[in-house]
């Protein structure tokens, strides 16, 4: 089982840029990373999903180091809108060996 | 694209009573499905992994009998709770894996949840 560790909650200001840090030691080697945004009452959003080295879209990069036992999230430029909880999942959902488990989350606020 | 459904948003039941709640992949075909369960401030907890035509994966500790899950084809999953209890009273999520050409297969798409309240 792929766990993550993240921070469980991170504050910020308005257009600064933040950065979540998720651990995941146990990652094997055809594990992907994805990225979930989730506000009160939603279903999560994904954000964006990478396997290694940098990925960017319109919304955020996601940074993965050589061994993948770690990955960063980055916001560039926040808003308000932006305050809600992100999560990083890691796994491969179409083999039964690798369950979705989901962490507790990282809690971001962020600040005018 | 890659939109997920779910009917109702919200229910009240008395308890006793049995609640069914709808998952649709609206604009592609989803092989796989999940069902999650979330109280309030906690993440997201896995109940079961719904294949089409196949039976539905329960996690431990969630019953089988009281929530059934069915996949009768590619895009509608159900979930109904039976008999329902006041600590069944939840927010239930829906996702669903692509299973088509488009898309990695490897991201689930999420529903917006609906809120069970049991009284």
């Known amino acids: 089982l792929a766990k993550t560790t993240q921070p469980i909650s991170m504050d910020s200001y308005e257009g600064q840029e933040v950065n979540i840090t998720c651990s995941h030691n146990n990652i094997a080697t055809n594990d992907y990373i994805t990225w979930y945004q989730q506000f009160p009452s939603q279903g999560p959003r994904f954000i964006i999903q990478?396997?290694?080295t940098k990925v960017t879209n319109e919304v955020a990069s996601l940074f993965i180091p050589a061994d993948r036992k770690s990955s960063t999230l980055s916001l560039p430029r926040v808003s308000l809108s932006d305050t809600a909880v992100y999560y990083c999942?890691?796994?491969?959902?179409?083999?039964?060996?690798?369950?979705?488990?989901f962490g507790s989350g990282t809690r971001l606020s962020i600040r005018p | 694209g890659a939109v997920v459904s779910q009917h109702p948003s919200w229910v009240i039941c008395k308890s006793g009573t049995s609640v069914k709640i709808e998952c649709r992949s609206l604009?592609?075909?989803?092989?796989?499905m999940f069902w999650y369960r979330q109280f309030p401030k906690q993440s997201l907890m896995l109940m079961a992994t719904s294949n089409e035509g196949s039976k539905a994966t329960y996690e431990q500790g969630v019953e089988k009998d009281k929530f059934l899950i069915n996949h009768a084809s590619l895009t509608l999953s159900t979930l109904t709770v039976t008999s329902a209890h006041p600590e069944d009273s939840s927010f239930y999520i829906c996702s669903a894996r692509d299973g088509g050409t488009g898309g990695n297969p490897d991201t689930q798409y999420f529903g917006p949840g609906t809120r069970l309240t049991v009284l």
């Open positions: 990478g396997y290694k």
């Open positions: 999942l890691v796994g491969l959902l179409y083999s039964s060996a690798s369950k979705i488990i």
């Open positions: 604009d592609f075909q989803a092989t796989t």
